[in-house]
């Protein structure tokens, strides 16, 4: 019966109080918000001085006013327009500033963030010094993009700025990632500081040092050196808990990876075999980066066939994927690369429009996407009934729906506040399109590109797969206001 040690200290007890944290971490935030309802704002500065700004931000390092590149980011577009300067040129140069920077915030920085693991440990032991005690650090420490810069630099091309030769909010993004990442604590080098030393990567350098002299000059702390029953239920809980997280690194460590099963037995010469969630009478899949994937093959003239499937999983533990000659690969952005470079595709006309289709692309995915979502959670029940009509009796679709509804709209809310923040502007991306589009065919040429592939995959399949669910989103498109939009995505 007793397992484990004595019956006061026992495995047992961490196990009833992992479980107890993990049910009050969920129930306590939703009781509070529920009884108490969400506290009014409270301004912190009581004696504000007229048109000042006072932002409030994470603490910095003696050479970075900030560890959060976003706080840099506002303070940076503060300094930028206290020196007088244009926000843009034009509303074209605006939105594709808009998507540069959705494209640096969203995507780059994840980038950044994962070339920076490897030094975590003298991140963290550096940010906790002044607190804690030296003996202490060595215990805290432990615990604690060469594509995205080949594009900015592209774009950068021979101008001063990214999008003109006087600085933009644009820039102030930019700058906040690469100053942090960067300067922020110059002694845990990791991959970036690598591509940025390197001579394939100076003009972008010297972009980064010029925003620094330009927007914050010589001012301290900035950048610059670094010289300075419910008891079993609880129980139960725990369990499952410390289960979700030891059993996959377990597994990892001792069986290693599966090895990837080619599905299709008997494929057919330079035939894609895309894998993908099902689709309904007005869409091909209920997935938008499915769809990217088949219009980016029957674009090009590929031939393509569907294997619908709900099981069925990736590399990535993830759909689509797809079965090209025998092999397989993963991430719609990833298999759009593959199948660029194996058939030997241009899917841009130039390196320049490359680059900021790659921007606008990433802005459609990463930012785009998650707006979508969120516009969508209020008839998510209904876009789910119509999706399992067919298989569930029609007197459990209601029940059906109201657990959709309810448990996947949370969940949903939870991954797009993680994703893009709690605050939302379906119009602005949507605007921003329709200036890209300004009066061309496609978002960047007469001739459909890339780009125009990803978004059909994002605007088709929330505009077209349930139309009976309809949404924000489709009042926008088809107010008078996104005529122009709507057309393209028509077209």
């Excluded at 500033?97 to 490897?118: E, K, Q, S, Y």
């Excluded at 604690?144 to 700025?161: H, R």
């Amino acid at each position: 019966v007793m397992v484990f040690g004595c019956d006061c200290c026992s495995i047992n007890s961490f196990v009833y109080l992992v479980g107890a944290f993990a049910i009050a971490s969920k129930v306590l935030p939703f009781l509070h918000k529920k009884l108490v309802g969400k506290k009014p704002i409270e301004l912190q500065e009581k004696n504000y001085k007229k048109d000042v700004v006072y932002l409030y931000q994470f603490p910095g390092t003696p050479t970075c006013t900030s560890f959060s590149p976003f706080c840099i980011k506002v303070e940076a577009f503060c300094r930028l327009h206290n020196l007088k300067f244009e926000t843009y040129p034009d509303e074209q140069t605006a939105a594709i500033g808009h998507a540069v920077d959705r494209f640096i915030d969203n995507h780059t920085f994840r980038l950044m963030l994962r070339t920076r693991v490897a030094v975590l440990d003298k991140l963290l032991a550096f940010v906790a010094a002044p607190k804690v005690p030296a003996f202490l650090l060595p215990i805290i420490a432990p615990l604690g993009g060469y594509f995205a810069g080949n594009m900015l630099q592209t774009i950068l091309g021979k101008k001063k700025f990214l999008v003109a030769d006087e600085p933009t909010a644009v820039d102030c993004t930019a700058f906040s990632h690469f100053g942090t990442f960067y300067y922020a604590l110059p002694s845990a080098r990791n991959n970036l500081h690598s591509l940025l030393d390197s001579s394939k990567f100076s003009v972008l350098k010297e972009y980064v040092v010029r925003c620094q002299e330009r927007l914050f000059g010589n001012d301290n702390m900035v950048f610059g050196c670094d010289c300075c029953c419910i008891s079993a239920f609880v129980y139960l809980v725990g369990v499952l808990a410390i289960a979700s997280k030891v059993l996959p690194f377990l597994h990892k460590k001792f069986m290693g990876r599966k090895p990837i099963e080619i599905l299709e037995k008997a494929p057919k010469k330079d035939v894609v075999y895309l894998y993908q969630f099902p689709g309904t009478p007005s869409c091909s899949s209920m997935s938008p980066f499915c769809i990217k994937v088949e219009a980016f093959c029957r674009l090009h003239d590929i031939k393509v066939e569907r294997r619908n499937t709900y099981t069925a999983r990736g590399a990535n533990g993830l759909l689509p994927f797809i079965e090209l000659n025998g092999e397989q690969h993963s991430d719609s952005q990833i298999i759009v690369k593959r199948l660029t470079q194996i058939f030997k595709l241009r899917a841009y006309p130039d390196e320049q429009t490359a680059a900021i289709g790659h921007a606008v692309d990433r802005m459609l995915d990463n930012h785009t996407f998650y707006l979508m979502q969120k516009a969508r959670i209020p008839v998510l029940g209904q876009v789910v009934s119509f999706m399992v009509a067919p298989k569930v009796p029609s007197f459990l679709l209601p029940i059906v729906a109201s657990l959709a509804s309810c448990l996947g709209g949370c969940k949903m809310s939870n991954r797009v506040a993680a994703s893009i923040g709690k605050f939302a502007d379906n119009e602005n991306d949507l605007t921003q399109l329709q200036t890209i589009l300004g009066k061309k065919k496609f978002l960047l040429a007469e001739e459909p590109t890339a780009v125009d592939c990803t978004a059909m995959g994002q605007l088709g399949y929330f505009y077209y797969a349930v139309p009976s669910a309809r949404f924000y989103v489709h009042d926008l498109i088809d107010s008078a206001e996104f005529t122009t939009l709507k057309e393209y995505i028509e077209r």
